[in-house]
């Protein structure tokens, strides 16, 4: 069975940074791209970024460029995303999810999500 | 960014209703496309993706349909675990993105 499951989140002044983490199984994680999908109730849902498997590829929406990296590590089956300079607008729940396909692509599973909220 | 709509924002359903909730996308996405179900405090479940393409262990009264700007998700016989929201994703170009919601509800 396909696991998903997301930690680190929680409450950050704005400019803090926070880090993300998810934890894969029942899968091999090593062969497929990955991508972290926030939701807001003013936003709604959005993608954030993907990785590829290798991790020589990695995509992001241009409202996290050069503040949000994602990383994954394939021996420890865990995927990464590391903020830096939150704003209110990165407030929502953050969810790990798994790309069948190369980008841009649909996400199959879905991890039960974590909360980030950016407030002073 | 390609934008997407949907419409109805909400419907009212009883159970053994078959329920159409239609995506417009904002320039030709050709089937690029995949429909979600959301319940309240869980993540997004696939449903439908390539527009028409039933995802594994999702029951066949789901059914996607249409092709280049408009497109439907079709719910035949409502079952009270159905109610739900759903979302429309397109996948077509980068950065992907979702549709703003459908509400179904009793």
């Known amino acids: 069975e396909v696991q998903l499951v997301e930690s680190g989140g929680g409450v950050v002044q704005p400019g803090g940074s926070l880090r993300l983490s998810c934890e894969a199984s029942g899968f091999n994680f090593n062969m497929y791209w990955m991508a972290w999908v926030r939701q807001s109730p003013e936003k709604g849902l959005e993608w954030v970024a993907s990785?590829?498997?290798?991790?020589?590829?990695?995509w992001y929406v241009e409202s996290v460029k050069g503040r949000f990296t994602i990383s994954r590590d394939n021996a420890k089956n865990s995927l990464s995303l590391q903020m830096h300079s939150l704003t209110a607008e990165d407030t929502g729940v953050y969810y790990c999810?798994?790309?069948?396909?190369?980008?841009?692509?649909?996400?199959?599973?879905w991890g039960q999500g974590t909360l980030v909220t950016v407030s002073s | 960014d390609i934008q997407l709509t949907q419409s109805p924002s909400f419907l009212s359903a009883s159970v053994g209703d078959r329920v159409t909730i239609s995506c417009r996308a904002g320039?030709?996405?050709?089937?690029?496309l995949a429909w979600y179900q959301q319940k309240p405090g869980k993540a997004p479940k696939l449903l439908i993706f390539?527009?028409?393409a039933l995802q594994s262990g999702v029951p066949s009264r789901f059914s996607g349909s249409g092709s280049g700007t408009e497109f439907t998700l079709t719910i035949t016989y409502v079952q009270p675990e159905d109610f739900a929201t759903y979302y429309c994703q397109q996948v077509n170009s980068y950065p992907p993105t979702f549709g703003p919601g459908t509400k179904v509800d009793i």
């Open positions: 320039q030709d996405i050709g089937t690029y």
């Open positions: 990785i590829k498997q290798d991790a020589s590829e990695r």
């Open positions: 999810a798994r790309d069948p396909y190369p980008p841009p692509s649909h996400c199959d599973f």
């Open positions: 390539g527009a028409s």
